[in-house]
């Protein structure tokens, strides 16, 4: 097994793209197949010399926003980027801080009973990375048919930035995600391994859409608003949130939705199986 599979993975990539994949000419007299390492660096915003220490396994440190502008560039896949991500961590060697909290993955007992008494009302508890842990029957039947329970544990960052669903589910997707990164923003400029662990990760396999977001990330999560969510069974419901902290050792918070207009509340009824008019809209 070579002891270069980072770089060997770059150049097998690089060679595979067709420069008509990417709007470059192909030009009669290419000698390399695929992409030239100029024309890749010119693409992800790196040097050339850069590029070719990389390859050739003379860096074998690359930030995670160097690995996401080259997926960008060389328009990987998910699968493809998280391939490369495992392959710059078998080299890293680096392990997270053992003295840092871990993302709490339980809650507590009345935690658990308040959201079996809510019942049909989506509800669903976060940790700090926002990973959700735990929910109420209403949530499962919101959030499971488009998605948002895959995974173990399911997660809320991942599911926007990385789930080709996403988009489709939340029609004002780009304001969404700004309040993603707003809630990882924090504890990542703290320097907490775990949250900068899930930067790195989400740098690779979201590339830009997250990478911009974070390096320039300076709003405030809302604690409270109203979002769309376009469901496969109930059409496009907009829902009132309301995003509520739980102790603070349990580093968790608690998100409520509730029906933010009448046709949502009819429609959030009937696929929650309650009594139309049980769920009733905000200000209703």
């Known amino acids: 097994m070579s002891d270069n599979e980072l770089g060997a993975f770059l150049r097998a990539r690089r060679e595979a793209m067709a420069p008509a994949e990417v709007g470059l000419p192909a030009g009669a007299r290419r000698r390399t197949p695929g992409l030239r390492r100029a024309e890749l660096a010119m ?26 502008a080259l997926s960008d560039a060389l328009r990987l896949p998910l699968d493809a980027r998280v391939h490369m991500r495992r392959l710059m961590k078998s080299q890293d060697g680096r392990h997270m801080c053992g003295v840092a909290p871990t993302p709490a993955r339980e809650v507590r007992p009345t935690v658990r009973a308040l959201l079996d008494r809510l019942g049909a009302t989506p509800a669903a508890v976060t940790n700090m990375l926002g990973e959700i842990v735990a929910y109420s029957e209403g949530y499962a039947r919101l959030a499971g048919p488009v998605g948002l329970l895959d995974g173990s544990p399911p997660s809320l960052l991942r599911y926007v930035f990385t789930d080709p669903r996403a988009r489709a589910v939340y029609p004002d997707w780009d304001r969404i995600a700004d309040q993603q990164v707003a809630a990882l923003y924090f504890g990542v400029t703290g320097s907490d391994p775990y949250m900068a662990e899930l930067a790195r990760e989400l740098t690779i396999t979201a590339g830009a859409a997250f990478a911009d977001r974070l390096a320039a990330a300076g709003v405030l999560r809302a604690r409270s608003g109203v979002e769309r969510l376009v469901h496969p069974e109930a059409g496009e419901l907009r829902l009132a949130y309301e995003v509520l902290e739980l102790a603070e050792t349990d580093g968790q918070n608690m998100v409520v939705q509730l029906p933010a207009d009448e046709a949502s509340s009819v429609a959030l009824d009937r696929l929650v199986g309650r009594r139309p008019g049980t769920l009733r809209a905000v200000g209703g």
């Open 43 to 68: 693409l992800a915003g790196i040097s050339v010399e850069y590029l070719a220490r990389l390859e050739q396994g003379r860096d074998r440190n690359p930030s995670a926003q160097v690995l996401g």
